[in-house]
C-alpha cells in the first residue's frame, strides 16, 4: 500500500457529462501529480500541484482542471466528456517540489459511454 | 518535445535469467525514472537516475547521459518482477516535473 487513496475505483459516465476524480496524498508528501493511461495515448502527465500551487503543467485538455486544497488533497475535474477520456487516471504524491521521487494511488478506471 | 523509446517491446524469461531493458532518449535530461507496473495495473517508482548507476536489489538501473540512454538491469528474474517497465524523462529546461513516458518494455517471467 502507498499510502496513496484515490476515490472512486471505477466510474462510468456518458459522453458530454462531468465527473471529479479525488486523490489524497501520503501523509507528509505536499506535491500531487496526475496521469492519464490510455491504450491509444500511452502514459501522460497531466499536472503537478506543490502546496496548493499549480507547479507544472503538461499534456492537459482544456475541458480537465485540477486543485490542491488546503488540506492537501487533490480534485481532478473531467468536463464534457469524450470517448477518447476513457482511461486510468493515477494520482501519485511526494514529498518535494522537485520529481524525485512519487508514490502512486490504484487508479481510478474512467468508461465514457 | 523529448521522445523516449524503449526496447524491446516485449520480452518472456524463465525464472532465473537476467535481463537488460533500454530507454534511449532524444534530449539532454534533469530527469529519468523507471517505473515498474505490474500485471494488477499498480505502478511503483523504481529509480530516479538522470545519471551515473543505481542498485535495489536485484535490479539496477545505469544511465548515460551523455549518450541519451538509460539501462535497467533485472537479474535472477522473479515472476513477481512481471509486467511492464516504463522509463520517463523531462528535458534539461523542462524543471524535471514534465515527464514524458516511452511505451514501456512488457515483462513475463515463466516457471
Known amino acids: 500500500d502507498s499510502g496513496v487513496t484515490q476515490t472512486p475505483k471505477h466510474l462510468i459516465t456518458a459522453t458530454g457529462q462531468r465527473v471529479t476524480l479525488r486523490c489524497s496524498p501520503r501523509?507528509?508528501?505536499?506535491?500531487v501529480y496526475w496521469y492519464q493511461q490510455s491504450l491509444d495515448q500511452g502514459l501522460q502527465f497531466l499536472i503537478q500541484?506543490?502546496?496548493?500551487?499549480?507547479?507544472a503543467k503538461g499534456n492537459i485538455l482544456e475541458r480537465f482542471s485540477a486543485q490542491q486544497f488546503p488540506d492537501l488533497h487533490s480534485e481532478l475535474n473531467l468536463s464534457s466528456l469524450e470517448l477518447g477520456d476513457s482511461a486510468l487516471y493515477f494520482c501519485?504524491?511526494?514529498?518535494?517540489?522537485?520529481?524525485?521521487?512519487?508514490?502512486f494511488g490504484p487508479g481510478t478506471r474512467l468508461t465514457v459511454t | 518535445g523529448i521522445q523516449v523509446e524503449q526496447s524491446p517491446p516485449d520480452l518472456i524469461l524463465q525464472e532465473g535469467a537476467n535481463s537488460t531493458l533500454r530507454c534511449n532518449f532524444s534530449?539532454?535530461?534533469?530527469?529519468l525514472q523507471w517505473f515498474h507496473q505490474n500485471p494488477w495495473g499498480q505502478l511503483i517508482n523504481l529509480f530516479y537516475?538522470?545519471?551515473g548507476t543505481k542498485q535495489n536489489g536485484r535490479l539496477s538501473a545505469t544511465t548515460v547521459a551523455t549518450e541519451r540512454y538509460s539501462l535497467l538491469y533485472i537479474s535472477s528474474s522473479q515472476t513477481t518482477d512481471s509486467g511492464v517497465y516504463f522509463c520517463?524523462?523531462?528535458?534539461?529546461?523542462?524543471?524535471?516535473?514534465?515527464?514524458?513516458f516511452g511505451t514501456g518494455t512488457q515483462l513475463k517471467v515463466e516457471l
Open positions: 534530449d539532454s535530461v534533469n530527469n
Open positions: 500541484y506543490y502546496n496548493g500551487e499549480e507547479r
Open positions: 501523509s507528509g508528501d505536499l506535491s
Open positions: 520517463a524523462a523531462d528535458i534539461l529546461t523542462g524543471g524535471g516535473n514534465k515527464l514524458t
Open positions: 537516475i538522470p545519471s
Open positions: 501519485a504524491s511526494g514529498p518535494l517540489e522537485f520529481l524525485n521521487e512519487q508514490y
